[in-house]
């Protein structure tokens, strides 16, 4: 053996060397932030179908990434490879499709926004587009329309090329609906005019039968004829949710500095028809949670340890009577919150730390836990009221910041 | 096997003197990094303190806690490997020039050994890849080391402390050579391991047919290269089909092997039947 | 016996080797005898597979080279074919570790014979002895065949005598040789075949012996009919 002592000494300060490194496993020795729901009221279950996503921060260099769904606990760090690799935490929604459909999956953008689903079909719509180089912009946009059919797995595939191309120099999709044999897709078309940057909504009606363009309708611009300065138009929809209704609704504001009115504005698809809500001005500067399904908004509020929650239907044009809950004196109207409908549930989740439209409050790393309210939206009742504890010294030592709140899937 | 494992032995045996110059080099810049590293933080916190009349906490809110991470990003630290890998990376071409200079010519002697001539390949491939490795195993000991030396140099109030998988994690060129999961290492130098492959395959193609042949030896590290990456080029950058991770990471593996098979078995070829002395 | 049948070799455009055939035969001196750039040495490693040869064949004992055969045949290059910072008691024992056929026995009988000190560097021995040792490292394999490439050229008149009495010696007895070189003289007198190579082709193959009876000539006279008449 000694006259290899070479090959020996290389080989064990190679073996030691990774060994050392592979197997003794700091991060299991570093202690994992451990946290628990305490419930205070009603009944644990709930919290199964919510799944809240946070970045943990414990003042070293590697922040960690936990997702929570009821009892189940999943850390980016304690991810292998292969389960980083197949994205193990992305969004659920979109693996579970690319499960079911494999095949039609394949290539396709993983956002909620560019599919639809009901009993009958997936659709699947993106904008393509190519660049033209020497017009130094995006050019040749069409859309990539693509079905499966449920009953027999067949696919039809085809590509639109869009009208008016002058008119905008970048979309994207922000909605996908199907209607009869229509399809809708609603898009975000940008553009440069008199080098200003102008935004508008276009909704493009697809003849799914014989694979042609009906229209191309202007909806929501941020530039209005009557309007002084710029709107915001905020798009409201259920986040990844596949379903849409034939309603699009968006949230307007006025951006000029007498005029700040804000405007909850619904257009009907069926009936292409374009109107404003009319609602007291009071309440729509309330935070509103579109849930289009079942065509319904609602109008959050908080104040004075009071929560309450008022359904306005649309089809009714009437605001129903609010659903009040009473809540922790901590939380306020500007308490940053997280909200999410899942099956018939309201889930509020707020983090105690961050306020909305602060700027320079920095968050503390001994932060307060964060609060989860789930409200029966069909029983007007409580179902949970609990907050997010650290069960562990790493937990208390580190800052929990909530990333996003999705329905869990799994 | 037998003489496999004794020219390894022996090609090591034959760079073994710059290789152990190459680790001392390492060790002494690396430990001198960090004491340097260490007393220039210090140097700054007492002038903020002492003269500027700064508070600690102010002091460390500004400049930030020392961690390895400081250490890492210095040129203590990175010069050495620099070093290791250009010298490396020279070597993988002089271990088979340098049996053919000089009027010592060496080569009839490893080419007329009574065993299979591709051991000779597996040898010199062998020596190359475990002199890297044992490198990079040796970086691991001296993070491990400076987190400890870091420790005598600096008060504990003004230090991060990180773990050696930590440093990995958090500092972009530890990690290049020290990946956060093992399934990463072996793929990382696997596809090194394909690259030295290619290069001796290219060399023995040079050898076996010189001047001509420098041109064929260009073409195939080309060729080579251009097959191992057809996946990324065919499906990322061009579109012309999709892959999910899992099958893309199984059919570049797959790739690999056949690149580095081939490797292998055009350098056996060239070695029975076209080398020449 | 080794047996070289119609090789052919280019280097470039130059064509080196235009079908060379002769055979050599365990036992006897084969002596292969040419003018420099004739290809001496290209045939000698053309039987060593050190370099590739366009056509023909080339066997030893009736099989192709294998990497077993070095075990049975072996090469002394003009050249010591050993690293240089070896000393020579290295490179006995690099030789020892590959070669089945290594006799040490006979190898310290070689250091003696020709005077070698064993700690002694390559790189700093003469050239008299570096050629030594260089047919030290050969003979002491138990081969049954030896290539020899131009052992006398560039050496002192001593050494050359002592690697001549090598020959007539029992260390090369019963084994096939085959020797380059491109002056006779010297080892007129040992060799028993004689290959005389001009412009790629084999000009004429003949024992010495068999010329020097029935004809009366030496292999100079040969030689001389051969190329000047």
């Known amino acids: ?410 | 096997m037998k003489s496999y494992f004794r020219l390894t032995e022996f090609e090591l045996g034959r760079f073994f003197k710059f290789y152990l110059v190459l680790i001392g080099l390492t060790i002494v810049s690396q430990i001198i990094g960090v004491i340097a590293v260490s007393k220039e933080y210090m140097q700054e916190a007492n002038e903020a303190i002492y003269q500027d009349g700064l508070s600690k906490q102010a002091f460390m809110d500004q400049r930030g806690l020392i961690s390895l991470l400081d250490w890492t990003n210095s040129i203590w630290f990175l010069a050495p490997i620099a070093l290791c890998v250009v010298t490396l990376l020279i070597y993988m071409f002089f271990i088979w020039y340098r049996d053919w200079l000089g009027k010592n010519t060496f080569i009839y002697r490893l080419l007329m050994l009574p065993t299979q001539r591709i051991h000779l390949f597996f040898a010199k491939a062998t020596t190359i890849f475990i002199m890297v490795l044992g490198l990079v195993a040796l970086q691991v000991f001296l993070i491990y080391i400076a987190g400890i030396v870091l420790e005598w140099m600096v008060p504990n109030e003004f230090m991060q402390t990180m773990g050696v998988s930590e440093v990995s994690v958090a500092s972009q060129y530890v990690n290049t050579i020290l990946p956060a999961t093992f399934t990463e290492f072996v793929l990382y130098y696997g596809t090194g391991f394909m690259f030295v492959c290619i290069f001796f395959t290219a060399i023995l193609i040079e050898r076996s047919y010189r001047w001509k042949g420098l041109l064929f030896a260009i073409g195939y590290v080309a060729v080579a290269t251009a097959v191992f990456m057809s996946l990324i080029f065919l499906s990322m950058e061009w579109g012309l089909f999709s892959l999910y991770p899992l099958e893309w990471l199984i059919l570049q593996i797959i790739i690999g092997i056949i690149v580095t098979a081939s490797s292998i078995f055009l350098s056996y070829y060239l070695l029975t039947k076209k080398i020449t002395v | 016996m080794i047996e070289v049948n119609n090789i052919t070799k280019k280097f470039g455009r130059k064509q080196v080797l235009k079908g060379v055939t002769f055979t050599a035969e365990k036992g006897e001196i084969t002596c292969l005898i040419g003018i420099n750039g004739v290809g001496k040495t290209t045939i000698l490693n053309a039987i060593m597979a050190l370099t590739p040869i366009k056509k023909g064949e080339i066997l030893i004992d009736g099989e192709k080279l294998k990497p077993k055969t070095f075990n049975h045949i072996t090469f002394i290059p003009d050249a010591i074919t050993v690293l240089p910072q070896m000393t020579i008691t290295e490179s006995m024992q690099f030789m020892k570790d590959y070669y089945t056929t290594w006799n040490e026995e006979r190898a310290q009988e070689l250091l003696s014979f020709f005077k070698l000190n064993p700690e002694d560097k390559i790189a700093s021995l003469s050239k008299g002895n570096t050629a030594k040792a260089n047919l030290l490292l050969g003979l002491a394999l138990d081969v049954d065949y030896i290539l020899m490439d131009e052992p006398f050229s560039g050496i002192d008149m001593f050494s050359r005598e002592q690697i001549a009495n090598v020959f007539t010696s029992h260390l090369i007895e019963d084994r096939g040789v085959i020797i380059t070189t491109h002056e006779i003289g010297d080892i007129e007198h040992l060799i028993d075949k004689v290959v005389l190579l001009d412009d790629g082709v084999v000009k004429k193959h003949f024992y010495t012996e068999e010329v020097r009876e029935a004809e009366g000539k030496s292999v100079i006279d040969v030689m001389r009919e051969e190329y000047q008449g």
């Open chain 1, 1 to 410: 053996m000694e006259r290899y002592w070479k090959l020996m000494f290389t080989s064990c300060l190679f073996v030691f060397g990774i060994g050392f490194f592979y197997l003794h496993d700091t991060f299991a020795e570093k202690e994992l932030p451990e946290y628990t729901w305490e419930k205070q009221k009603g009944n644990e279950e709930v919290l199964e179908d919510v799944l809240v996503q946070a970045y943990i921060q414990d003042g070293s260099y590697i922040g960690e990434t936990i997702q929570i769904a009821g009892e189940k606990r999943k850390y980016l760090s304690q991810l292998s490879f292969l389960e980083r690799l197949t994205g193990a935490m992305d969004n659920l929604k979109i693996k579970q499709l690319q499960q079911k459909y494999r095949g039609f999956m394949r290539g396709k953008e993983e956002s909620t926004y560019n599919f639809y689903e009901d009993k009958r079909m997936l659709a699947y719509a993106n904008v393509s587009s190519e660049w033209d180089g020497s017009q130094f912009k995006q050019s040749n946009f069409a859309l990539e329309v693509e079905t499966v059919s449920k009953r027999d797995d067949e696919t039809t595939s085809f590509f639109i090329k869009l009208p008016n191309q002058d008119q905008y120099d970048y979309m994207d999709v922000g909605e996908v609906t199907v209607l009869g044999d229509k399809l809708y897709v609603l898009t975000q078309n940008d553009m440069l005019v008199d080098d200003e940057s102008q935004s508008e909504m276009r909704l493009y009606t697809i003849d799914l039968t014989n694979e042609k363009l009906i229209s191309e309708q202007r909806l929501f611009s941020d530039k209005e004829e009557n309007v002084k300065g710029d709107r915001e138009v905020t798009l409201l929809h259920d986040t990844d949710e596949l379903q849409a209704s034939s309603y699009i609704a968006v949230m307007t504001r006025n951006l000029d500095e007498d005029d700040q009115t804000k405007q909850l504005r619904l257009f009907d698809i069926e009936k292409q028809e374009e109107w404003s809500v009319d609602l007291p001005k009071k309440m729509l500067e309330q935070e509103v949670v579109a849930h289009m399904g079942d065509e319904t908004f609602y109008f959050i509020y908080e104040q004075k340890g009071k929560l309450s929650v008022t359904p306005y239907q649309i089809a009714e044009q009437q605001l129903d009577d609010p659903i009040e809950i009473p809540i922790s004196d901590a939380i306020d109207v500007n308490t940053m919150k997280y909200t999410k409908i899942i099956h018939d549930k309201l889930y509020l989740l707020y983090d105690m730390n961050s306020y909305m439209g602060r700027e320079g409050n920095a968050p503390q790393i001994k932060g307060n836990p964060p609060l989860m309210y789930v409200i029966d939206l069909k029983a007007k009742a409580l179902r949970y009221e609990g907050e997010l504890t650290p069960k562990n010294k790493a937990a208390k030592n580190a800052l929990f910041m909530i990333e996003s709140m999705y329905e869990n899937e799994q």
